[in-house]
Each structure stands twice: as structure tokens, then as C-alpha cells.
């Protein structure tokens, strides 16, 4: 099974940058199309940025841009750029496999995240 290890996380002052990478041990698909979603406490995990296969993207409303999902297939790595940081942005990161990318069910098994905090 394709183990998902996110890094790249800290501790960032609001407006500030920060690159997350998950890397995928054991290879992921050219095909598989893969997602970054966060978890703030007690809030639900949801799904931020999208990238098919073929390189088409999405986001959700509030990170549209100022978050960019990127991909290696050579490197088994996907990567999410997040620019202009805000405090509501603070969360744990994960990605994860989709099942595809108009049905973006994850179908991985989760990673340990890498939690992300934008604070003065």
C-alpha cells in the first residue's frame, strides 16, 4: 500500500509563504489524481486544492490564488504553494490519493500531516 508523507510545515507570520511536499513511497499512478486537504481543531477535514493527471487544478473558494498545487510524477511528489498566508489557514495538512478528480473521495490511507500555524 502507497504510504503518503506530508512535510514543510511551521510556523509563518500572517502574509507569509510556506511549500508543503507529500512524497508517495511505493509509486503513485501518472493517472491517480491527488489532493492536499487540511483539518483545523474541531473543525471537519476538507479538501483544498486538486490536480488531475493531466495537470487541471481546482481549490476551494477561500485559498483560489494564493494556494498552487503542483505535481512530479517522476519524483512520486505532489506539492501545494500557499502564498499570503492567514491565520484561518492554520491547520494540519494532509494529501492523499483520489479516486478521481470529479469524484475526489480519498482513497489512500492517511499520513501523519504536517501541521502549518500563521501567527504574529
Not at 490536480?51 to 512520486?76: E, L, P, Q
Request: proline share 4%.
Amino acid at each position: 500500500q502507497v504510504q503518503l508523507v506530508e512535510s514543510g510545515g511551521g510556523l509563518v507570520q500572517p502574509g507569509g509563504s510556506l511549500r508543503l511536499s507529500c512524497v508517495a513511497s511505493g509509486s503513485i499512478s501518472s493517472h491517480d489524481a491527488m489532493g492536499w486537504y487540511r483539518q483545523a481543531p474541531g473543525k471537519q477535514r476538507e479538501l483544498v486544492a486538486r490536480i488531475s493527471s493531466g495537470g487541471n487544478t481546482a481549490y476551494i473558494g477561500s485559498v483560489k490564488g494564493r494556494f498552487t498545487i503542483s505535481r512530479d510524477n517522476a519524483k512520486n511528489t505532489v506539492y501545494l504553494q500557499m502564498n499570503s498566508l492567514k491565520p484561518e489557514d492554520a491547520a494540519v495538512y494532509y494529501c492523499n490519493i483520489l479516486r478521481n478528480y470529479y469524484d475526489p473521495v480519498p482513497r489512500g490511507a492517511w499520513g501523519q500531516g504536517t501541521q502549518v500555524t500563521v501567527s504574529s
